[in-house]
Nanobody, 125 residues
Framework: QVSLVESGGGLVQAGGSLRLSCAVA????????MGWFRQAPGAEREFVAA????????RYADPVKGRFTISRDNAKNTVYLQMNSLKPEDTAVYYC??????????????????WGQGTQVTVSS
């Protein structure tokens, strides 16, 4: 059974940093494109970052470019999202997701097959 479990969320002041972790079980995450998405209250779930399964390529949403970094630790079957220079508008529930094995990475929520339960990030001004 596949599970993705996010952790590392919390309350932080504007300008601060957090590192989110996504522990993956039931599949070898190194064979899967991985993504991070977020959903603010009353808003649609939106793309944040994605990582290719094989090329090391990454992609970021414009609002987080230069501030967020997605990375993998294949030995731990874990994906991370390092978030720096946080802003109040980054406040949301953050979700980790895995696309199907060996697919290209995607920014579309509908392309991802497996999802975590989410972790809350709140940035105070």
């Amino acid at each position: 059974q596949v599970s993705l479990v996010e952790s590392g969320g919390g309350l932080v002041q504007a300008g601060g940093s957090l590192r989110l972790s996504c522990a993956v079980a039931g599949l070898l995450s190194s064979n899967y494109p991985m993504g991070w998405f977020r959903q603010a209250p009353g808003a649609e779930r939106e793309f944040v970052a994605a990582a290719s399964w094989n090329s090391g390529a990454t992609r970021y949403a414009d609002p987080v470019k230069g501030r967020f970094t997605i990375s993998r630790d294949n030995a731990k079957n874990t994906v991370y999202l390092q978030m720096n220079s946080l802003k109040p508008e980054d406040t949301a529930v953050y979700y980790c997701a895995a696309r199907s094995r060996f697919q290209v990475m995607s920014i579309m929520t509908s392309d991802y097959a497996f999802w975590g339960q989410g972790t809350q990030v709140t940035v105070s001004s």
